[in-house]
């Protein structure tokens, strides 16, 4: 691992009004997303993480906009569109 690798806080910036995004400084990769209506729920880009296994996903989101070839969980609720603020369909 580079030297350096694991340190430093994430770079931020606004994607639109009510969105902030985290991102590393140093390649650029997607680590988290915030709105600013639910400022306690800060959602974690999951592959980041030096185990993603221990974060399995408990709902799926924007199913509206899923490739048609990914397969969805029908066990897990699902939504739509947005999340658990909303009410699970069923895709």
Do not use: K
């Not at 390649?27 to 880009?45: K, N, S």
């Amino acid at each position: 691992m580079p030297d350096g690798a694991l340190r430093g806080e994430p770079r931020r910036y606004r994607s639109s009004p009510a969105v902030e995004r985290g991102f590393c400084a140093r390649c650029g990769t997607t680590l988290t997303y915030a709105h600013d209506e639910d400022q306690a729920d800060i959602q974690v880009a999951t592959a980041t993480l030096d185990r993603p296994e221990a974060w399995p996903p408990t709902h799926e989101v924007w199913i509206s906009q899923r490739l048609r070839w990914a397969a969805t969980d029908p066990a897990r609720p699902s939504f739509q569109e947005g999340g658990p603020g909303n009410e699970p369909e069923r895709a």
